[in-house]
């Protein structure tokens, strides 16, 4: 089976499900924030899930808007899923929130 083309910053809904602990759950957007070379070739992605229970004062969180919806991309919740867990997609990641994006990844997650 070929797996469909998955775009860097693209939103696309995913089930989270089955989680464990404090994971976000559920199916919900998320961003896909691995990069295209890895998409290409894994079976996994690393996403980013969306929230609408915004947290205006948490420095790991971006707001954004997601079909018309206020929301947060939840950096403190980065995890790699499976490809079989994308569903449709549903938009892709404005430029300059998507800068924001990977410079708060390297923040929290780089040297």
Not at 14 to 24: K, Q, S, V, Y
Not at 43 to 58: F, G, K, M
Request: include cysteine.
């Amino acid at each position: 089976m070929r797996i469909r083309e998955i775009e860097r910053y693209g939103i696309y809904f995913a089930n989270l499900d089955p989680i464990r602990g404090n994971e976000i759950a559920k199916t919900r957007p998320v961003i896909i924030v691995s990069r295209d070379e890895m998409n290409r070739f894994l079976d996994a992605v690393v996403v980013c899930p969306l929230t609408t229970r915004l947290q205006p004062r948490w420095r790991s969180r971006i707001q954004c808007m997601c079909a018309g919806r206020k929301a947060e991309i939840a950096i403190d919740q980065i995890r790699t899923i499976s490809k079989v867990r994308l569903g449709k997609k549903l938009a892709q990641l404005d430029a300059a929130v998507a800068a924001r994006l990977r410079h708060l990844i390297t923040e929290m997650y780089g040297e």
